[in-house]
């Protein structure tokens, strides 16, 4: 038999009621009581922190990209001239609560 974890909550008269579901088998059982400690850290995510831990999920790429032989990086003010007329017809928060769906 797995073992269950059943979530409670110890009031100050420090009683638990736990109702077994019906596929745990009769018996000699052990309860464990863990007390579940809220995090304290709130302090905010670094950038380097958050680099950190998307490089330990493997979800950050560390590969240097290089120009195509032959291309011509531009400068701020062509990037600012080729994206000043660029309207979007609508936020880009409303998008992306349009394309998940209802919550």
């Given at each position: 038999?797995?073992?269950?974890?059943?979530?409670?909550?110890?009031?100050e008269h420090r009683r638990v009621v736990i109702d077994?579901?019906?596929?745990?088998?009769?018996?000699?059982?052990?309860?464990?009581?863990?007390?579940?400690?809220?995090?304290?850290?709130?302090?905010?995510?670094?950038?380097?922190?958050?680099?950190?831990?998307?490089?330990?999920?493997?979800?950050?790429?560390?590969?240097?990209?290089?120009?195509?032989?032959?291309?011509?990086?531009?400068?701020?003010?062509?990037?600012?001239?080729?994206?000043?007329?660029?309207?979007?017809?609508?936020?880009?928060?409303?998008?992306?609560?349009?394309?998940r769906g209802p919550r």
């Amino acid at each position: 038999m797995n073992s269950i974890t059943i979530p409670i909550i110890i009031d100050e008269h420090r009683r638990v009621v736990i109702d077994i579901p019906d596929d745990v088998p009769l018996g000699a059982a052990e309860i464990t009581i863990t007390p579940v400690v809220p995090p304290t850290d709130k302090a905010p995510l670094t950038w380097e922190a958050a680099r950190a831990k998307l490089l330990a999920g493997g979800a950050l790429s560390i590969h240097q990209y290089e120009l195509p032989e032959g291309a011509v990086r531009l400068t701020d003010e062509e990037i600012q001239e080729l994206t000043k007329d660029v309207i979007l017809p609508k936020s880009l928060d409303e998008m992306i609560d349009e394309d998940r769906g209802p919550r």
